[in-house]
């Protein structure tokens, strides 16, 4: 007869771990000290950890932590190619099989809330978008400029004004929903989602720390990149000869290094300019993970989402210790 150890209910049960947060705030430090405490597998949910040119500027795992557990979905998809949330839940969704066929707990990181929420509630009703409607969006971002562009699009969607100017993604995907269905997002965000997957149960975790904690830590740690080899990389990615609107081609620290080895920024400036943008993303990602998760957890989660004001450090804290332990008990 098999004792109903803790490690065994984790997997009996479907139990799945989430770890969202914003850039730089120590999630993937959580998720290895998890994996190591709960006989877990570390799944990513970072859409630029996806990509395999990418190691040093998304602060993928390193050889260390590779080594102490499983790490799945980093490095592995190529950057000529364009990740979405319907492509990376279905390889979760895989991984998060296999981590229980295994006997292990299945643990998400990440800080692409889309990712995490899609996971955990399903798929909007938004229909695939047509590849010349996305070529389209992109060329009409280059010919007018992101300030008109956004002006464009207010007119004909109000309710996009709420985006921000500088996050052309999000832009560019509302234009191309408009444009591909004649309706706005937002129309197609009221549909129902198809739901959460049967017999998953989530245990959320929501890192939030302080912002000026969290900022200088953006800066110090591309400081660190920078000398990990992060222009190199972009040097071989730039060597690729891709097309500039590929995520890949956008990942924190990649435009301005990029300009930097055309000559049209110091060094200096590129890294000014790199860490200016990260904080502006780490900015949006708390703001997401605390309107979009933390306040309004999915039907999945149990006991809402626990939430950690403060930059994760190790070791583990009682309060998480706590919190697994209650909701990983069910």
């Not at 999915?298 to 994760?312: D, E, K, Q, R, V």
Request: aromatic fraction near 4%.
């Amino acid at each position: 007869m098999v004792q109903d150890s803790p490690r065994n209910r984790d997997v009996q049960h479907r139990h799945v771990v989430v770890i969202g947060g914003p850039t730089a705030s120590g999630k993937s430090g959580m998720a290895l000290d998890i994996a190591l405490a709960r006989n877990g597998t570390v799944i990513n949910a970072d859409s630029m950890q996806l990509y395999a040119e990418l190691d040093v500027l998304t602060a993928r795992p390193g050889a260390e932590d590779l080594a102490q557990a499983p790490h799945r979905l980093y490095g592995v998809l190529p950057a000529a190619e364009r990740g979405s949330a319907a492509r990376w839940r279905d390889m979760a969704l895989a991984e998060i099989a296999a981590a229980h066929a295994a006997g292990r707990l299945p643990i998400v990181v990440g800080g692409t809330g889309l990712y995490l929420r899609t996971l955990m509630e399903g798929l909007s009703a938004v229909p695939a978008i047509p590849d010349e409607v996305r070529k389209a969006a992109h060329a009409r971002l280059r010919d007018i400029g992101g300030e008109a562009f956004r002006e464009e699009l207010i007119r004909r969607d109000p309710a996009s004004a709420k985006l921000n100017p500088g996050d052309t993604t999000r832009l560019t995907r509302a234009w191309e929903v408009l444009e591909a269905t004649g309706h706005p997002l937002s129309h197609w965000q009221t549909q129902q989602a198809e739901g959460a997957p049967e017999g998953l149960l989530f245990s959320v975790l929501v890192i939030d720390p302080p912002r000026d904690a969290l900022y200088a830590n953006c800066d110090r740690r591309f400081r660190v990149m920078m000398g990990q080899g992060a222009l190199e990389e972009v040097r071989r990615l730039d060597a690729l000869g891709l097309d500039a609107d590929l995520p890949a081609m956008k990942a924190l620290g990649v435009p301005e290094l990029r300009d930097h080895l055309r000559g049209a920024l110091t060094l200096d400036e590129a890294i000014a300019l790199a860490q200016q943008s990260t904080r502006r993303y780490a900015k949006r990602q708390v703001t997401w993970f605390r309107h979009q998760l933390a306040a309004r957890p999915p039907a999945s989660a149990l006991h809402g989402c626990h939430t950690i004001n403060s930059l994760y450090t190790r070791p583990l804290s009682e309060a998480i210790l706590t919190y697994l332990e209650t909701t990983l008990r069910r």
